[in-house]
């Protein structure tokens, strides 16, 4: 088992910005490609931000690229996503997300494991 688990949620106005980190434990967590999701009320789960194992090939939704930056610590077993220039349409809960397949993880194809979530507020 890797248990994840999100921080760096809250509320911000419009043009600020959040750093959201998502804590490992259990497996080997470089071992593992890791994705950031979100998901806004009523619409279904989409891709963030997505970094392989080593840290590189980082992948980004166009609706964030330019603004969010996906990075990782494998030794501290952390992932995360620093938000900038935050747009109220970015207003949804954050998951990460583990997968040994990267491509599988992208697609959220039978994905190993997921977090629990944080919540992001971006008033206008």
């Known amino acids: 088992q890797l248990q994840l688990v999100e921080s760096g949620g809250g509320l911000v106005q419009a043009g600020g910005s959040l750093r959201l980190s998502c804590a490992a434990s259990?497996?080997?967590?470089?071992?593992?490609?890791m994705g950031w999701f979100r998901q806004a009320p009523g619409k279904e789960r989409e891709f963030v931000a997505i970094?392989?194992?080593?840290?590189?090939?980082?992948d980004y939704a166009d609706s964030v690229k330019g603004r969010f930056t996906v990075n990782r610590d494998n030794a501290k077993n952390t992932l995360y996503l620093q938000m900038n220039s935050l747009k109220p349409e970015d207003t949804a809960v954050y998951y990460c997300?583990?997968?040994?397949?990267?491509?599988?993880?992208?697609?959220?194809?039978?994905?190993?494991?997921w977090g629990q979530g944080t919540q992001v507020t971006v008033s206008s």
């Open positions: 970094i392989s194992w080593s840290g590189g090939s980082p």
């Open positions: 997300a583990a997968d040994l397949n990267i491509s599988r993880l992208r697609l959220q194809l039978r994905v190993d494991y």
């Open positions: 259990g497996r080997t967590f470089s071992s593992y490609a």
